[in-house]
């Protein structure tokens, strides 16, 4: 009899459960986009379009990505996507942030190829020739793997310093924003040079000061400023066909190239495509090959940092992950900067991936995962 009772009992609770389910309880599937809304991805993918819109959508319309403002994806040199969120478009310049680092690395490369500077003498700076300044053993390789030993605090939450405090905010917006090279290469050392990586905007400051120095002695803003852009345009823009980019300078004739380009998603594209092709463009060879690799090669104290660029490896215990190796290859590399902007390369899949946006740096690791399932979803090249 009770084996009977606890029968009767569980059968009307079963059906009571099953009454109790809605139509919202079980998953939806959202309904297929039409031709139209697919338009962005180009016929040539090598993805099914609604496949691929799957792992893009999300930037766009899931609230833990934030604003993505804009997404290129280019694939053997073509585009095989373009989206733009509302009041952006193809004509629209983003700032880059720190992908500028990437930049002024490559521009580096150039002044090194062309034999004015030396990779592992100590770097150029007047202000450190003076005997007995430590800061004169400091190289200019170490400075291109943020490894100078330089006092240099990127953020405010670095040594408990305030948001006023850290030399980034100083150097662009305070004290520093005059003569922003003059207030970087001013800090004291910290650490022997070499010693330990620490990421640093003033770093890259301190390096567009040297190829300035380098192309002009003049200390004559304007003509800092014109030198600079007649060998930027020269050597990197005009031959890659990057027509909408837009260097800011400071009052002292410093190019920003820690953290302040304009350009449109496409330029940026280019630039990435540049260094996926081993500093080539339409057959001609512009920056060394041996550059290039350079940039790409892990840096002593940091293996996921590279020349000026993010590399797709694990760090050291201690330090965030950047990028996402369990994801994609390892040779995938990066020019990234503040808010998410994204330049990501992977040779071995002949893709380049430009994410333009605002996602606020401590949340933005599912915008990270979501550019890394986008790199995931396309094959390696044969």
């Known amino acids: 009899m009770t084996m009977h009772k606890i029968k009767f009992i569980l059968v009307p609770s079963l059906i009571l459960a099953l009454a109790n389910c809605s139509d919202t309880d079980a998953p939806v599937t959202p309904p297929a986009k039409s031709a139209e809304q697919l338009a962005y991805i180009s016929d040539s993918s090598p993805i099914d379009k609604a496949r691929l819109d799957r792992v893009i959508s999300p930037l766009f319309e899931d609230p833990a990505m934030a604003e993505t403002r804009a997404l290129l994806i280019m694939h053997r040199g073509e585009i095989v996507a373009e989206k733009y969120g509302e009041g952006y478009d193809e004509d629209t310049r983003f700032i880059s942030w720190s992908m500028a680092k990437s930049i002024t690395g490559a521009l580096i490369g150039f002044l090194v190829a062309d034999g004015r500077l030396v990779l592992d003498d100590p770097a150029p700076v007047p202000a450190w020739q003076r005997p007995g300044d430590p800061r004169g053993d400091i190289t200019l390789r170490q400075l291109i793997h943020m490894s100078s030993g330089l006092d240099h605090t990127e953020v405010a939450e670095e040594n408990g310093k305030t948001i006023y405090e850290a030399d980034t905010q100083q ?61 930027i345009r020269g050597r990197l823009l005009e031959p890659l066909g990057m027509d909408s980019t837009y260097f800011e300078f400071d009052a002292n004739g410093t190019f920003l190239g820690g953290s302040i380009i304009q350009s449109t998603a496409r330029d940026y594209a280019k630039f990435g495509e540049f260094l996926r092709n081993n500093g080539a463009r339409k ?91 986008i790199v995931a979803a396309f094959p390696l090249a044969k």
């Not at 305070?174 to 905007?201: H, Q, W």
């Not at 333009?356 to 990270?368: A, C, E, F, I």
Request: hydrophobic share 40%; glycine share 8%; net charge neutral.
């Open 283 to 373: 057959g001609a060879q512009h920056l060394p090959v041996s550059w290039v690799k350079f940039m790409r090669t892990s840096s002593a104290n940091d293996p996921s940092y590279g020349g000026h660029i993010w590399l797709n490896k694990k760090r050291p215990e201690g330090f965030n992950q950047i990028l996402f190796p369990d994801m994609a290859p390892d040779t995938v590399f990066a020019a990234l900067g503040h808010l998410g902007q994204q330049i990501v390369v992977s040779p071995e899949q002949k893709l380049t991936v430009v994410r333009l946006g605002k996602t606020q740096d401590d949340v933005n690791r599912p915008m990270s995962d979501q550019i890394g399932k």
């Open 171 to 231: 150097m662009l917006f305070l004290d520093g924003a005059s003569d922003m090279a003059g207030y970087a290469e001013a800090r004291p050392m910290e650490a022997e040079p070499g010693a330990k990586f620490e990421y640093s905007t003033a770093t890259s400051i301190i390096l567009a000061d040297i190829i300035t120095r380098t192309l002009t002695k003049s200390e004559d803003p304007e003509t800092r400023r014109n030198t600079a852009m007649r060998f």
